[in-house]
């Protein structure tokens, strides 16, 4: 059975769990996409604690409202906007609050080698250095940019998909995509002169 | 001219789409599929993040709404006090009763002439009577004699004495030249006292008072030049 429910498009997993309430194709379209959504988000909001929360409520969301699936549209993009609107949410609500974060300290870095990673300590801290420091930057961009950029160029998804998720025209995408990057390069010069 | 320029290079935008896309992945920790069976199978389905839209609309229609009260406010405030003052003219002048009281009976009310040892409002209406025909006493000022609601006696000085009966019409008292239509009908100018029977209309111009000693010098050279003039006319 779960062989059988492995085999299926993620619209035929979810059409099994509207018609026959059948959990296991619920969790395998939860494994699926845990691991996108994780990334996606954070990568949007940059906290990881609140990430989990948010894609943990999305999964929820999914499984109350799975009635509110339409088979035209492709499963990912559903849940996509799901995630995306939470996402959006938690920005608005920080809007109003602010957030002293202990681990947002950039002097205070701590640096994980791990031992199965094939590279020289200082390559690697380097490393770990730059992903934080183009995390940061994309952290500045303006969220509209952001989140097309990063459904773009991390999470690989096509255009269509994408103002699909936004409820915008293609034009529309690619152009707040251009922005978005346009903004990342600027933020980034320094990195491009090493 | 000031305008951003978001065109970047494809080289640029290579670069950019590089960086992005090496970036580590992020997963999911071990237990988060543990943790979301546990909330289904418990029926916890009480979302972290809510949305709060409720409370953004409340904000936002709060300014608005606080402008309205407040013009509501100001509006009862304003009516009221309107209302005030329209009762409070009323008290600048005499109820009704006492209005129509003084225009019904005029003489008996007008005319009596205010006096230090009147005491009883009989007594002053008989002593009205008795001084209609004087004509110092009527030059002093008139009162009002009203009787309130609560039967309550109260003596005022009248503000603006009209009589009526006193009053002429102008328009026809000018076009009748002799004014001898003035003279005949009840109508009068407007003026109180008995020496309003006896006052002609001579125009609207004020009259003064002269100096008795302007006069009698006046007098005088008028006596002088009417005895020159008979001297020379006996002359000649």
Known sequence: ?194 | MGQKDYNISNEESGNITELLGNLPKVSTPDNFEYKLMLKIQNEDFNLKTEPAVKKNIVLRWAPAAALAFSAVVVFFIYSDQQSDLNTGIDYLFENTAKVTETQKAPIQLKEHVASENSKSLNSEIDKKSATVASNETAAKSSYTVTLQPNDVVVKKKAAFPFDQSQSVDVDNALLDGTGQAARNSQMRLVGHGPAAEYFDFRGFALPTEQDREVLENMKARMDSIWKAKIENSKQK
């Open chain 1, 1 to 194: 059975m779960e062989r059988k429910l492995s085999d299926l498009t993620d619209e035929q997993l979810i059409k099994e769990f509207q018609d026959h309430n059948t959990i296991e194709a619920y969790n395998l379209l939860v494994k699926r996409f845990k691991d996108p959504l994780m990334n996606f988000v954070f990568r949007f909001v940059g906290d990881k604690d609140v990430c989990t929360d948010i894609v943990q409520d999305t999964m929820i969301k999914f499984y109350i409202n799975k009635d509110s699936y339409k088979s035209f549209a492709k499963f990912s993009t559903w849940i996509y906007t799901i995630a995306a609107n939470l996402a959006k949410n938690e920005l608005k609500r920080r809007k109003r609050r602010v957030i002293y974060s202990l681990n947002n300290d950039d002097e205070d870095m701590t640096i994980q080698i791990e031992d199965k990673k094939f590279l020289a300590p200082d390559r690697y801290a380097d490393a770990e250095i730059k992903n934080k420091i183009i995390q940061n930057a994309l952290l500045k961009v303006k969220p509209v940019y952001r989140e097309v950029v990063i459904l773009r160029d991390i999470q690989g998804l096509s255009y269509e998909e994408i103002a699909e998720i936004t409820d915008l025209s293609i034009g529309t995408v690619k152009s707040r995509i251009n922005r978005g990057r346009s903004q990342l390069q600027k933020l980034l010069k320094h990195i491009y002169k090493e």
